[in-house]
C-alpha cells in the first residue's frame, strides 16, 4: 500500500462542504455532496485492494473555494506496484469533468506513510474579496439594505466570488488598522462557532488560542471580461483580505472578516473590538449582533414620520406624546390631565364576584379566589379548613368550627415555593384529609399562588406528574395561570 499526496482546487458553490457526513446509524454510503466524497468517488474508478478513506489538510464550509489544498490517500494496487502520479491527476481529471464536478486535481505525489496532510501542514491562508461600492445613490440611500445589492450593477463572473458592499462611509484606513489588533496570539474564543464544540479537546481553556501571523489588505481587481470589467472597475473599489496561520478555530475567519467590515463601515468602533479579544466569550458575538442591530435602527430613525400618541393612564388621566425624528421623543400635555367619567379607567374593570369555587377533588379539595370565602359557602360546599395564600383571611364571619390559616406568600416567580410554602401548605391540606373534611385554598384571585399549591399537593400526595396535576387543575378552573418561576419550580419538585 502506498500513500499520495493530492493537491486540489475546487468551486464549493454547490457543494455543502468539503467534509463528507458519516451518519454511524445508518448503512456507509457515498456523500456527494461534498469535495471529500466525490474525490473517494473518483478514486474507485482505480480500483485498489483497499478500502477508499480520504484525509483532508482542512475544513471548509458551503460556498467557500480552495485555490490550493491537500488531501492524502492510501491505495494498495493488485500487483503491489504504485501507481504513475501523471496517470492518477489526469484520469482523475477526466473522471471528475465527466460527472461535470468542479474539482481539478493540480498534482499528485508519493509521499512516506507516515506522512498527515493536516498535521505536516506549515501553513493555511483564506482569501476574501471585497467590492465597495464608489458612490451610492440619494436613492439607493433611502432603500433597504437587502434592496441595495439587488438594484445596483454587479458583473454576473463575480458572482459566489466576491462580496459586495454598499455604503457612502468605507474607511480603509480603520480596517488597515483594527487588523493590526488581531495579529499575534490571542484567544478568539469570541470568534469561534459553538456548533462544534463538542470533544474534551474543544472545553481544554487552551483549545481557542491561535496565532495570526498576517493580515494582509491590499487593492484588488475585478474578475469581471470585456465591457463588464469596465463598468466593475468605475463602480467598485475592489479590496483582497489575507488572512494567514498555522491553524484557524470554526468560523473564526470569516468572523474576524465581519468584524473589520462593520468597523470600515462604522457599525461598531474599535472599542468593541478591543472588548471581544480582551475577553474572549461566545456570548460576546451575540452582543456585537445586537450593538450592529442597534446602530442599524438608530440610523434609519431619521426616516420616521413624526406621530402624535393619546396615552390612557390606568387612573383614566390623558396627556399626548409627540415623537420626532430629528430630536427624538418629546411630550406634550393637553393642559392637566383630563379625568374621564365616573367608573371609567384605562382599562377594564371586572365588576363581577368570582365567588363560585372549583372542586378538583370531590368533596374534599376546592380552589377558588377570596371572593368564594362566604358563610355561605362554608356551608353549602362544608369546609372545614380555610388556607388563605399570600392574602389575610377576608373580612367574613364564620362559623367557629371553621380552621384558617394565613400562608404569606408573594406572587413572584422568586419567591421559594418549594421550601417554604408547598411543605406548610401541604401539611394543613392533609390535616384536612386526616379528619374527613374539605378544605378551600384561594389567593387574592385564584389564578396562581393557589393554583400552584394545589398543584404541588395532587404532585406529592396524589403522585401526580406535573403536566397531568396541571391539566387536572386547569380541566376545573381554566383561569389559573402560575408565574413562570413557580412553574418552573413545580418542575423540579415533580423530579425531584
Not at 457515498?30 to 483497499?50: M, W, Y
Not at 482542512?58 to 485555490?67: E, K, N, P, Q, Y
Not at 471528475?96 to 501553513?123: E, M, W
Not at 439607493?140 to 466576491?162: Q, T
Request: proline share 4%; with cysteine.
Amino acid at each position: 500500500m502506498h500513500r499520495y499526496l493530492l493537491n486540489i482546487s475546487y468551486i464549493g458553490t454547490n457543494f455543502r462542504g468539503i467534509q463528507k457526513t458519516i451518519n454511524k446509524l445508518e448503512e456507509a454510503r457515498l456523500d456527494t455532496n461534498s469535495i471529500q466524497g466525490c474525490l473517494e468517488l473518483a478514486l474507485r474508478v482505480f480500483r485498489p485492494k483497499n478500502e477508499i478513506q480520504t484525509v483532508l489538510s482542512s475544513r471548509t464550509d458551503a460556498g467557500v473555494h480552495a485555490l490550493h489544498s491537500t488531501v492524502h490517500v492510501d491505495l494498495e494496487r493488485s500487483d503491489g506496484k504504485p501507481y504513475d502520479t501523471s496517470t492518477l491527476t489526469g484520469v482523475l481529471n477526466r473522471t471528475l469533468d465527466k460527472h461535470k464536478l468542479p474539482i481539478r486535481i493540480l498534482s499528485s505525489q508519493r509521499v512516506v506513510d507516515t506522512f498527515h496532510c493536516r498535521y505536516h501542514a506549515t501553513g493555511r491562508t483564506y482569501l476574501y474579496r471585497v467590492a465597495v461600492a464608489k458612490s451610492v445613490s440619494e436613492a439607493s440611500k433611502g432603500s433597504s439594505l437587502k434592496n441595495k445589492g439587488y438594484e445596483s450593477f454587479v458583473p454576473v463572473e463575480e458572482i459566489d466570488r466576491c462580496y459586495f458592499l454598499h455604503c457612502d462611509n468605507f474607511d480603509v484606513e480603520r480596517l488597515h488598522g483594527a487588523a493590526r489588533m488581531f495579529l499575534g496570539l490571542h484567544d478568539f474564543r469570541t470568534f469561534m462557532s459553538v456548533s462544534r464544540q463538542k470533544s474534551p479537546s474543544r472545553d481544554h481553556p487552551m483549545f481557542t488560542v491561535r496565532k495570526i501571523d498576517e493580515i494582509n489588505i491590499r487593492p484588488g481587481q475585478t474578475l469581471a471580461l470585456g465591457p463588464n470589467a469596465k463598468l466593475a472597475t468605475q463602480t467598485y473599489d475592489y479590496w483582497d483580505i489575507e488572512i494567514k496561520a498555522k491553524s484557524f478555530l470554526y468560523k473564526q475567519v470569516r468572523r474576524i472578516v465581519g468584524t473589520l467590515l462593520a468597523l470600515a463601515n462604522s457599525r461598531i468602533d474599535e472599542r468593541c473590538i478591543y472588548q471581544m479579544l480582551t475577553i474572549p466569550s461566545k456570548h460576546n458575538w451575540d452582543s456585537l449582533n445586537i450593538m450592529i442591530l442597534l446602530y442599524e435602527l438608530q440610523k434609519r430613525m431619521a426616516n420616521l414620520r413624526p406621530t402624535t400618541t393619546i396615552v390612557t393612564t390606568p387612573t383614566g388621566a390623558r396627556y399626548m406624546e409627540r415623537r420626532r425624528s430629528s430630536s427624538g421623543e418629546e411630550k406634550e400635555t393637553n393642559g392637566s390631565p383630563v379625568q374621564l367619567e365616573a367608573r371609567q379607567y384605562g382599562f377594564v374593570v371586572d365588576t363581577k364576584p368570582d365567588t363560585v369555587p372549583a372542586c378538583i377533588l370531590s368533596e374534599f379539595l376546592y380552589l377558588g379566589s377570596q371572593d368564594a370565602v362566604s358563610a355561605e359557602n362554608v356551608l353549602k360546599y362544608k369546609w372545614t379548613h380555610i388556607l388563605s395564600v399570600g392574602i389575610e383571611m377576608p373580612s367574613v364571619e364564620l362559623p367557629p368550627t371553621v380552621k384558617c390559616k394565613h400562608l404569606p406568600c408573594l406572587d413572584l416567580p422568586e419567591t421559594d415555593l418549594l421550601h417554604y410554602v408547598l411543605p406548610v401548605a401541604i401539611d394543613f391540606i392533609e390535616e384536612a384529609h386526616s379528619v374527613k373534611g374539605c378544605v378551600l385554598v384561594h389567593c387574592n384571585a385564584g389564578v396562581s399562588r393557589s393554583a400552584s399549591v394545589v398543584i404541588g399537593y395532587l404532585m406529592q400526595r396524589r403522585d401526580m406528574r406535573f403536566e397531568e396535576a396541571y391539566n387536572l387543575v386547569k380541566s376545573w378552573r381554566p383561569c389559573i395561570q402560575p408565574n413562570a418561576g413557580f412553574i418552573q419550580q413545580l418542575k423540579k419538585f415533580h423530579k425531584k
